[in-house]
């Protein structure tokens, strides 16, 4: 990862964005990929958001074609290929924050300021990573992130602006354990 460029961690939201055509952030999503993309930003995304991507971009293709009639084998293939298309693309353009056990903890722990499974695993990816910000439309995300999260249009400005930073000295990875130890020791834990 580049030295002192921001690690941005995709919210699942903002990879349905880009690949759906009936979403209204679409443009704001490609924008924003475009830019990180062309500046060398390190973009992440929790490992879980790829099946989610998956699964929701096979039922909108599959809804599609049953729009217009009966779903074939040929579209259901067809359905199931750009679905595998996504989560391939997802890979080739950010890295994936393996998630393990602590991430369940620290989704339980964050349950009293935001009770959305997903989204708390979200976060635990987020601290895994090291993020230094966080992309999504969530409302909640963006109220109870521990982290500073951003719609993509504020983090586009970000980005141009020159001001959004990351670390200037990488840490070794290390264990999980770790990171949920520090998580749950930092003044951000809400318990």
């Known amino acids: 990862m580049s030295a002192g460029k921001p690690i941005v961690l995709i919210d699942t939201c903002i990879w349905l964005d880009l690949f759906l055509l009936d979403r209204p952030g679409r443009k704001d999503a490609q924008a924003l990929i475009r830019y990180a993309l062309n500046d060398d930003i390190p973009l992440a995304y929790a490992s879980h958001s790829a099946l989610d991507v998956y699964a929701k971009a096979g039922i909108c293709a599959k809804r599609f074609f049953r729009e217009s009639g009966q779903l074939t084998d040929a579209q259901a293939r067809v359905a199931r290929t750009f679905a595998w298309d996504c989560a391939a ?27 959305d499974f997903e989204g708390n695993l979200v976060l ?51 264990d999980s354990a770790h990171y949920l130890r520090r998580w749950l020791t930092s003044t951000h834990a809400c318990l």
Do not use: W
């Not at 999260?149 to 290390?174: F, H, W, Y």
């Open 124 to 174: 635990a990816a987020c601290s895994r990573a090291k993020a230094n910000y966080l992309v999504t439309t969530d409302k909640c995300l963006l109220r109870h992130a521990d982290i500073s999260a951003k719609v993509p249009t504020e983090m586009l400005s970000l980005l141009k602006s020159g001001l959004a930073r990351g670390n200037d000295a990488e840490e070794p990875m290390q």
């Open 89 to 115: 693309r997802m890979r080739e353009v950010a890295t994936p924050v393996p998630a393990d056990v602590s991430d369940f903890y620290f989704a339980e722990k964050f349950r009293p300021l935001h009770g």
